[in-house]
């Protein structure tokens, strides 16, 4: 089974940018979709990025256009790349194996432990 380590969150001024990775060990992204979810404080996990075979991917709309997801499978790294943040992206960013081509947190079933991403304004 697949062991999922986010990196890469911090503290960032509104309008910065940060690069989420996500690295697995114990089997190849080849075989899962891959996903970014975040949840902020009181609210439900969300989905933002999913991408499946390196090819097909899907954003929220509250990202698309300043998240960026891709992965190295040499790496075996996934990556987010995050720009023109605001201070609603701040929440706990998570990555997650998966199946199917989907932002629903529950077709996903292996999951990180996070990586609180902080923006002020």
């Known amino acids: 089974q697949v062991h999922l380590v986010e990196s ?3 503290s960032v001024q509104s309008g910065g940018s940060l690069r989420l990775s996500c690295t697995a060990s114990g089997a190849t992204y080849s075989g ?3 996903g970014w979810f975040r949840q902020a404080l009181g609210k439900e996990r969300e989905g933002i990025a999913t991408i ?3 090819v097909r991917l899907a954003y929220a709309d509250s990202v698309k256009g300043r998240f960026t997801i891709s992965q ?3 790496k ?7 720009n023109s943040l605001k ?3 701040t929440a706990m960013y998570y990555c997650a194996a998966g199946t199917y081509l989907s932002l629903a947190p529950s077709f996903f079933a292996t999951w990180g432990q996070g990586t ?3 923006v002020s304004s």
């Open 87 to 89: 201070p609603e992206d």
């Open 52 to 54: 499946c075979s390196a």
């Open 72 to 74: 190295d499978n040499a």
């Open 8 to 10: 890469g969150g911090d």
């Open 76 to 82: 075996n790294t996934l990556y987010l790349q995050m």
């Open 32 to 34: 899962y979709c891959m």
């Open 116 to 118: 609180q991403v902080t």
